[in-house]
């Protein structure tokens, strides 16, 4: 029998390849890499999951595609993987909110293009704009919430991830850093709109901070919602 520690998919979980893939490729893309009709009609992770475990096929393509995001495996590409370390990691800075009700329950969305996929609203910073004015920035575009409806607590910074793979987004940035702002939400939920020019978000609600399971985000975002949740919290994310 083969040894599992020679095996590259070893210990990776069909759940986390598929999410992962969506998470950066995004549903129509990984649709035209992988053309099967779970990716193209109506997607969803669940649904996936049924279809790769009873298709050999379909699953063989998408765990390709997989060591093909994460750079492979063999000599040429540890050798490849030896030369990216020695270039220096570019992150682009991102905020992220955690809105906060006056039950203490905070407000996380379900993405559009990933089904059972919740978040906290985040997004990127442009060029000569400030964290808080890029947080209010994205709020406005996420969910369309005024400034006067939340008040800012406190604000965190330094929670970095890097993409899989050691891909590059926007040509040079191979993860992000983020700064997280605590927020008191001030509105209702009539305050919240997701129907936005470009929804990002499909469903909302509140939960309770020690309730939210990291089965919700892919892999190489987990370590940083334990430490946020941790950090402004003092609570354990449910693994």
Not at 98 to 118: C, H, K, N, Q, S
Not at 127 to 138: I, K, Q, W, Y
Not at 152 to 167: D, M, S, V
Not at 178 to 204: K, M, S, V, W
């Amino acid at each position: 029998m083969p040894s599992q520690s020679k095996n590259p998919l070893h210990g990776v979980t069909l759940e986390t390849i598929v999410r992962e893939l969506v998470d950066f490729y995004g549903w129509d893309e990984l649709g035209r890499r992988v053309s099967i009709r779970c990716f193209t009609h109506d997607p969803g992770i669940k649904s996936s999951l049924h279809f790769l475990r009873r298709t050999p096929w379909a699953r063989a393509k998408v765990e390709r595609l997989y060591l093909g995001l994460r750079g492979g495996v063999g000599r040429v590409d540890s050798e490849r993987g030896r030369e990216e370390n020695k270039e220096e990691i570019l992150y682009r800075p991102n905020v992220a909110a955690l809105l906060v009700d006056p039950e203490g329950r905070v407000f996380i969305a379900e993405r559009t293009d990933v089904r059972d996929a919740w978040q906290f609203p985040q997004g990127g910073v442009d060029d000569g704009e400030s964290p808080e004015a890029a947080l209010a920035r994205e709020l406005v575009e996420e969910i369309d919430l005024a400034p006067e409806k939340y008040s800012l607590r406190e604000q965190r910074g330094g929670y970095r991830y890097i993409f899989p793979g050691g891909r590059r987004k926007w040509r040079k940035f191979r993860g992000q850093e983020q700064t997280y702002f605590l927020c008191d939400f001030l509105g209702g939920d009539a305050d919240i709109n997701l129907a936005t020019a470009h929804p990002e978000f499909r469903n909302f609600r509140w939960i309770d901070p020690g309730t939210f399971s990291l089965r919700w985000v892919p892999d190489f975002k987990r370590q940083v919602y334990r430490d946020v949740l941790r950090d402004f919290f003092g609570v354990a994310a449910l693994d």
